[in-house]
C-alpha cells in the first residue's frame, strides 16, 4: 500500500491538505471524495521520506525525455477576459465536434501561448486523469475560473449537456467583452481630449502665467490688478508653489475612497452613488441589471437550480446595492414564493423587468426570457453609449475654450489698464 498527499476543496470551496494510504491513485481519489472533499492534486509520495514529492517529467517522442521549463508565476502573469473567452470558444467547439474532453484539453494545451492559462490547462488534464471532474478541475483555478464558469460546467456534466454548456459560456463571455470593447472605443476620444485639455491647462498655469505676473508687477507698480486676473494669479501661484499638497491631497483622498470601497457600508453607499450619478448613472445601471438578468438567465437554462443560480449571480452581478437585491430574491423563492414580487418590492429594478419575469414564471420560459431583458438592456446600453458620446465630445470641447479663453481674458485685462495708462 503507497501513501498519497493529497490538496482538496471542502463542500465550502476551503483548500484541505493532507495525506492517505492507498493501493493505488484511484482508490485515493475515491477515499478522499468518502470524505466529501473534492481532489485537485493527489501525488504519490516518494519512498525515500514523507515530504519528497516525485519530479514531473514530459515525455517526448521517441521516448526521451524532455525537461519542462516553466517561468515564475508572478513573471507569468494573469489571464485576461479576452484569452479567457477564446479559450471557452475553442474547448466548445473541440467538444461539439465530437473530441473527448482530456484530447480537447491537450489540445489547447499545446496551442495556448498565455503561460498562465497553459500551466492551468496542464494541471486540469493531470486532475482529470487523477479521476477528478471537469468541474473539480475548474475549481482548482479560482483566480481564472470563476464561481459562474465552474457551477455551469458541473451542471453541463451531471446533465451529459456540457457541449451546450460550453457555448452558452463562450456566447455569454463574448457578449460581455463585445459591450466593454463598445464602451472602450466610444470613451477613448473623449479621454484623450480631457488629457489635452489638462495638459495645456498646466502648460498655461505653471509656464505662461507666471511670466506674466511678474511683467505685472513691474508695469502696474501698486496698482491692483482686475479681479478675474487676481483669480487667475493666484490659482497659478498654488500649481507652481504648492503642486506636491495639491498632488498630496488627491491622493489621500483616493485612498479614502479605496478604504471605503473595502467595507461593507462604503462598497453600497459607492455603488448607490454610482445607481444614481449624472450621466454616467443610467449606464452603470443598465448594465448592472443586464449582467444581471444574463448571469441568471444562462445558469438557470443550463440547468443549476434557481437557488444556486442566485447565490452564483449575488457574487457575480458587480455591484452591493443589486446583490443585496438578489439576497432578498433568494430568501422570498427559498420560502416558495414567485421571483417577481421581491424583484418589484427591490426598487432597484425597472416595471419592464418586473413584468418580463413574471410572465417568465407564468409561461414556464423564464430563463428564455430573462435572456430577452438581457439582449434589451444591452442595446440600451449601446445607445446610451453613443448619446453619452455625442454629448461628451462636444461638452470637453466647450470646456477647452471656456478654460483658455478665461485665462487669455484675465491677461489682456491688466494689458489694457497699461495700455490706457500710456496713452493718458
Known sequence: MARFKFTALDAKGKEVHGEIDADTQSMAVARIREKQYFPTKVEELAAGGAGAVPAKKTAAKGGALQMELKLPKFLQGGVKAKQ????????????NAGLPL?????????????????????????????????????????KIFDRLFVNMVKAGEIGGVL??????????QEKAEKIKGKVKSAMTYPIVVLIMALSILMFLM?????????????????????????????????MVHRFPLVLAALVVLVVIVQLMAKTDKGRYGLDQFKLHAPVFGTLISKNSISRFTRTLGTLMSAGVPVLQALNIVKETVGNEVISKAVVTIHDAVKEGENMAPPIASSKVF???VVSMVEVGEETGALPDMLM??????????????????????????????VVVGTIVIALFMPLVSIIGGLSG
Open 163 to 172: 457541449d451546450v454548456v460550453l457555448s452558452r459560456l463562450a456566447e455569454f
Open 102 to 142: 482530456m484530447r480537447a484539453l491537450r489540445v489547447l494545451q499545446r496551442q495556448e501561448k498565455n503561460p498562465a492559462l497553459r500551466d492551468a490547462v496542464s494541471q486540469m488534464a493531470e486532475s482529470i486523469e487523477s479521476g477528478s471532474t471537469f468541474a473539480e478541475a475548474l475549481a482548482a483555478h479560482p
Open 206 to 238: 505653471t509656464y505662461i502665467v507666471p511670466k506674466f505676473a511678474d511683467i505685472f508687477g513691474d508695469l502696474m507698480g501698486g496698482k491692483g490688478m482686475p479681479m478675474l486676473t487676481q483669480f487667475v494669479m493666484n490659482a497659478s501661484s498654488v
Open 84 to 95: 479567457l473567452t477564446t479559450f471557452t470558444r475553442q474547448m466548445s467547439t473541440l467538444v
Open 372 to 401: 430577452k431583458i438581457a439582449d434589451s438592456y444591452d442595446d440600451d446600453v449601446d445607445n446610451a453609449v453613443a448619446a453619452m458620446t455625442s454629448i461628451i465630445e462636444p461638452l470637453l470641447i466647450i470646456f477647452l475654450a
Open 350 to 352: 425597472p416595471p419592464m
